[in-house]
């Protein structure tokens, strides 16, 4: 007989007192995706609206003793954004967390975060899990989304940095555009000194797929290579006020899914682990001036990057296990 193992065995209720009842599992996945959709989407144009009041009053006037109270208050009101996010994922989603590395973290530091990256989901999972843990994430963007309805504001008004990469051929033909990232990311570490923030950066880049690892004849199984410049240049920036680096690492065992997907409830489990790394005098240096310290930081990140590697690996292979013996101890009772 063909035993099929069941829902409830695949995929354990949330432990951390998730709102879904079982009746959101017979709710068809596109209306239950379009359904958390208006969710987000309602959430996000009533704390927008108020934030951008905040901003246009802040860009008025060009005092920093009346801009750090209005950064304050920005904040808040995009902290509120995100909890009523997390809200939608509770209510709207059967997800098991498996988190760890998060009882030392505190919200009056300043942190870099270092994270994998496969999917628009990474975002709302980072959001979830350092919600009231840390400070605002803020996220180095690439410049083209600032033309995205709504968010592109929201991000400017949050003094989001937003980065263009230029190709080494384009840099080629125009000189004059080499170091351009390098000085909005100066400007914005001016800015972060003033409120506590974390600065989350995804190492790679860009979002992970086969075909990327394939071009980039990357020596991972799970990651890109790294880009170690813009992480040396904010340590250097900003060393002296970084309390911790923490190296976040994200495996979806089912795989990385789209947003989509995530609307649609398909994402059922997540595991997250958090390690902190002090913010030595050994990690501070001139990245673009210092060969030797650009060789040792490449090295450092070269090996940090080999361990979580290895770590992605062992939660995949630990999350299979899991599954099989579940899937064995159902068998058995059948």
Known sequence: ??????????CQPPKQGALSTPMLDLIPGPIRGL?????????????????????????????????????RILNLIASRWIATNNLNLRVMNHIHWD??????????????????????????????????????????????????????LAWWALDFPFVKRYSRAVLERKPHLKGKDLE???????????????????????RFTRAKHRRQKSPYTHLL???????????NAM?????????????????????????????????????EIPVTEKLQGDYFNDDTYRIWFQEWLNRLWLEKDARI???QAKSRTKDRQASDTYQQAA
């Open 1 to 10: 007989m063909n035993l099929t193992m069941p829902y409830w065995v695949k």
């Open 35 to 71: 359904a958390a959709l208006a969710g987000y989407t309602l959430n996000t144009l009533f704390w927008c609206a108020l934030l951008f009041c905040v901003a246009l009053l802040k860009a008025i006037v060009p005092l920093k003793s009346w801009r750090r109270p209005c950064n």
């Open 99 to 152: 988190v760890r590395g998060l009882k030392t973290l505190r919200s009056r530091s300043w942190y870099l975060i270092l994270s994998n990256h496969q999917s628009w989901v990474d975002i709302l999972v980072l959001q979830r899990i350092f919600h009231r843990r840390i400070p605002f994430l803020k996220f180095f963007i690439k410049q083209e989304l600032i033309w995205m309805p709504v968010l592109g």
């Open 184 to 206: 909005i990311t100066r400007k914005a570490c001016h800015k972060f000194r003033d409120i506590p923030v974390s600065i989350m950066n995804f190492t790679e880049g860009t």
């Open 225 to 235: 290579r790294p880009r170690s410049g813009g992480i040396a240049f904010v340590l």
């Open 239 to 275: 060393g002296e006020q970084m309390t911790s680096i923490l190296d976040v690492t994200i495996v979806y065992p089912q795989g990385a899914m789209s947003f989509w997907d995530m609307l649609c409830g398909r994402l059922q489990e997540v595991i997250v682990r958090v390690r």
């Open 313 to 315: 690996a062992a939660l």
